[in-house]
């Protein structure tokens, strides 16, 4: 007997399919990865939608007596692995299909490099630099309870992303410990360190740039030493890996940020660099040059690090662009058109749901931690981190070379291989 055709029409239609777009970047990818999947292919169209998604209001009192009212997100892209995991940003920019296109690559990135969980992402629509810092907590503790139902230690575990830090993540963790009656340190990681946090975690995303970049450097014959990098976003992850990337002999000779762009032809002194980097970015620093923003994308490099936000490295920039290894310390930096140019132009990119991995996998570590009450020097932290990393690396460059495809969509197939014999394992119920 043949069955009638099945309407599986989505109703989620906040999710823009245009390719560029962070959702449809990732539908793109999924695409690609397809062919590669064998018989698990049956499973795949559930990850092509979020298993669960919540939006809330976000009223808070501001300081002048008046209320404002936020648009907050968490979005459960899967869960097949283990508990929801991933950040929350803070962004006026920010959206619920871009909140749900992060959660589907935090599942990617998870399964990557082999941590017990599935994928979230969490956001609040707003701009924290307008808000004092009795505003900011209150606004995290009036998220932390709108979201209060769906995460915990067991079942999601936020940490920091784009705007929010350790601070906010202790204010996290004290509403729900508060709300819940018992103080639950696994339910966010990121937290300061006598809160449980763990050491290494602050450095750990802009490492694993550093650490799979310069694997990825080391095998395609590139030296480090002298290397010329150009990095945009000089947040948490841009910073810290020019710092790793400049102590190796790296020369960082342009950085963008919010603020502006600069470029120094001999290299930039990091150290100085990031002495001069606050709330106000880079531009008033009075080192090197200061250059258009579009000029960022035509600057002579070895090495391009996009590590700000999605959809930045578009076919178009990825033309102009003169290095020879692509690191994503940012999420979504680069649109699938994009993938093309570069891999038709033999530029090699090592995609984010590996390279910026290190920051999920010391927060996983963190977590670990905080059940058995027992923590780790930051030496220990790191050769965890570094071995896991390259154990990751190491697989999907084998994959990418047995079926000729790029490391992104290696390492999708090794990352929808796992969740999808998860899926094939536990079936379907009810
Ligand atoms: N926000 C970071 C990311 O995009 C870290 C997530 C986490 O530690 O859970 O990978």
């Known amino acids: 007997m043949t069955s009638a055709p099945v309407d599986t029409k989505s109703e989620l239609s906040y999710m823009s399919p245009r390719p560029d777009s962070p959702w449809g970047t990732y539908l793109g ?90 994928g979230a992402k969490g956001g609040v629509r707003v701009d924290p630099r307008k808000l004092s810092r009795g505003e900011l907590e209150r606004l995290t503790r009036r998220y932390t309870s709108a979201i209060g139902k769906i995460i915990g230690p067991h079942t999601d575990i936020p940490a920091p992303d784009v705007n929010t830090n350790a601070q906010v993540m202790a204010w996290m963790m004290d509403t729900y410990s508060i709300n819940t009656g018992a103080t639950a340190t696994g339910v966010v990681t990121g937290k300061p360190i006598h809160l449980g946090g763990s050491l290494g975690r602050v450095k750990a995303t802009g490492r694993g740039v550093f650490v799979t970049g310069r694997e990825a450097a080391r095998r395609m014959g590139l030296d480090l030493n002298g290397a010329r990098i150009a990095i945009q976003g000089f947040g948490n992850v841009g910073s810290v890996a020019a710092e790793l990337f400049a102590d190796a002999g790296a020369k960082v000779v342009a950085v963008q940020d919010h603020s502006g762009t600069l470029y120094n032809d001999g290299g930039f002194d990091v150290a100085r660099l990031l002495a001069a980097n606050g709330p106000d970015g880079i ?40 290095a020879r290894l692509v690191l994503e310390g940012a999420n979504g930096p680069t649109v699938p058109a994009a993938d093309d140019v570069l891999a038709e132009r033999g530029v090699l990119l090592v995609p984010d749901v590996i390279c910026n991995a290190g920051g999920v996998t010391v927060s996983y570590f963190e977590w670990v931690q905080d059940f058995s009450s027992f923590f780790w020097t930051e030496d220990e932290i790191n050769v965890r981190l570094d071995k896991i990393l390259m154990q990751a690396l190491t697989r999907i460059w084998e994959t990418a070379d047995r079926h000729r495809i790029s490391l992104r969509t290696a390492t999708y197939a090794v990352a929808f291989e796992r969740i999808l014999m998860a899926h094939e394992e536990r079936g379907l119920y009810p």
């Open 283 to 322: 531009a008033g620093s009075g080192l090197g040059e200061s250059i258009p923003d579009e000029s960022f994308w035509d600057v002579r490099c070895d090495i391009l690090i996009p590590a700000a936000l999605e959809g930045q490295l578009s076919a178009e920039r990825a033309r102009r662009v003169s």
């Open 29 to 118: 990818q999924v695409d690609r990865v397809t062919p590669y999947l064998g018989p698990l292919q049956r499973w795949v169209d559930i990850l092509k939608r979020p298993k669960q998604a919540l939006v809330v209001n976000v009223p808070i009192e501001l300081d002048n007596g008046r209320f404002a009212h936020f648009e907050g997100y968490r979005v459960q892209h899967s869960l097949a692995r283990g508990p929801g995991k991933g950040g929350v940003r803070f962004h006026p920019d920010v959206t619920l299909e871009e909140v749900t296109a992060l959660s589907a690559w935090m599942t990617v990135k998870t399964a990557a490099v082999n941590l017990p969980y599935g």
